[in-house]
């Protein structure tokens, strides 16, 4: 079985989500808080905070100690 037949279609809008959120940092690219990113990506605070937690752990991201 291919990779892309195990997978579902909430996979690909998990991995867009994701996406969403790291496209806000690009223009011009700055530290964000998790407010932010909610409104930059248009997503629920909750779901923008599992994201965000989940791209910290894999570390796409940093948190930013300081700010």
């Known amino acids: 079985?291919?990779?892309?037949?195990?997978?579902?279609?909430s996979d690909s809008a998990l991995l867009k989500k994701?996406?969403?959120?790291?496209l806000c940092f690009?223009?011009?690219?700055?530290?964000?808080s998790q407010s932010e990113?909610?409104?930059?990506t248009g997503l629920?605070?909750?779901?923008?905070a599992r994201?965000?937690?989940a791209l910290?752990?894999?570390g796409f991201l940093e948190r930013?100690?300081?700010t």
């Not at 079985?1 to 279609?9: D, L, V």
């Not at 994701?18 to 790291?22: A, D, K, R, T, W």
């Open 18 to 22: 994701g996406l969403s959120i790291l």
């Open 37 to 40: 990113i909610a409104k930059c």
């Open 64 to 66: 930013n100690e300081r």
């Open 44 to 48: 629920p605070m909750s779901t923008a």
């Open 1 to 9: 079985m291919m990779y892309s037949e195990r997978r579902n279609g």
């Open 26 to 32: 690009s223009n011009p690219p700055r530290p964000l």
């Open 56 to 58: 910290l752990e894999t």
């Open 51 to 53: 994201l965000l937690q």
